[in-house]
Structure formats: structure tokens, C-alpha cells
């Protein structure tokens, strides 16, 4: 997980770096931030998709079980 933060970093640099060269209104800026948010939008899926516990697993398999239910306020 750190791996992406470490990338998400690097492309933060070279994105204010790429501002600061061909300008904050350029093309160039806004590719270079686009390509931060999607890094960041990666990393923000990558921390929804965690593995399910052994609970969620035998709900998966046995979703008729009384311990499986779900009720709605």
C-alpha cells in the first residue's frame, strides 16, 4: 500500500514541477494533476476492496442463515 503513496508523491512533485514550468493554466498542468487524482483514486479502491472475514465468507456461502440477516432501521 505505501508503494502507491510513495507513486502518488512522486507525481504530486512532478506535477507542481510541470506547473511551474509551462504554467498553472497549461494543458500540460492539468494532465500532470489528472494523473495524481488517478493515482489517488486507485489507492482509494484498493482500500475498499479488503478481504472479508470469516463471517462475511459464511454469509457469502449460507446467505439464509439467522446469523446473516440484515435488518433496515
Same mark, same amino acid.
Given at each position: 500500500?505505501?508503494?502507491?503513496? &510513495?507513486?502518488? @508523491? *512522486?507525481?504530486?512533485?512532478? $506535477?507542481?514541477?510541470?506547473?511551474?514550468?509551462?504554467?498553472? /493554466? #497549461?494543458? =500540460?498542468?492539468?494532465?500532470?494533476? &489528472?494523473?495524481? @487524482? *488517478?493515482?489517488?483514486?486507485? $489507492?482509494?479502491?484498493?482500500?475498499?476492496?479488503?478481504?472479508? /472475514? #470469516?463471517? =462475511?465468507?459464511?454469509?457469502?456461502?449460507?446467505p439464509?442463515?439467522?446469523?446473516?440477516?440484515?435488518?433496515?432501521?
Amino acid at each position: 500500500m505505501s508503494n502507491i503513496q &510513495d507513486k502518488i @508523491e *512522486e507525481e504530486r512533485e512532478q $506535477a507542481r514541477a510541470t506547473c511551474d514550468t509551462s504554467g498553472s /493554466n #497549461s494543458a =500540460e498542468c492539468a494532465a500532470a494533476w &489528472d494523473a495524481v @487524482e *488517478e493515482l489517488q483514486a486507485e $489507492a482509494s479502491h484498493r482500500n475498499q476492496s479488503k478481504k472479508k /472475514n #470469516s463471517l =462475511e465468507q459464511y454469509c457469502d456461502a449460507n446467505p439464509e442463515a439467522d446469523e446473516c440477516r440484515v435488518y433496515e432501521d
